[in-house]
């Protein structure tokens, strides 16, 4: 059973920083892609960022390349997203995701944390 706890999220002015947490207390963490979604109010889920078993990560360039990073700490079993320089628009529920290896899809998800940033 694989569950996926978030923290970190809160309300923050722009040009702030927060960090996310999610921990995934199982014996799989190190062996799945992890990575980070958002929803922001009334839009679609987006990827914002993932980073595979052995270390590499990607990013959705357009949108957080530069300002967020995205790491993990596999013997505490938990993924982080540093965020710096937020913007009104990340302003959003952030979603921690765990996908199998070998898996197409992201299968378990967290329940999501808020972020707010104001202007």
């Known amino acids: 059973q694989v569950q996926l706890l978030e923290s970190g999220g809160g309300l923050v002015q722009t040009g702030g920083s927060l960090t996310l947490s999610c921990t995934n207390p199982g014996p799989t963490f190190s062996t799945y892609t992890m990575a980070w979604f958002r929803q922001a109010p009334g839009k679609e889920r987006n990827f914002v960022a993932a980073v595979t078993w052995s270390g590499a990560s990607t990013y959705d360039t357009d949108s957080v390349k530069g300002r967020f990073t995205i790491s993990k700490h596999n013997a505490k079993k938990t993924l982080y997203l540093q965020m710096n320089n937020l913007k009104p628009e990340d302003t959003a529920v952030y979603y921690c995701?765990?996908?199998?290896?070998?898996?197409?899809?992201?299968?378990?998800w967290g329940q999501g944390t808020q972020v707010t940033v104001s202007s």
């Open positions: 995701a765990a996908q199998r290896p070998g898996a197409i899809t992201y299968e378990y």
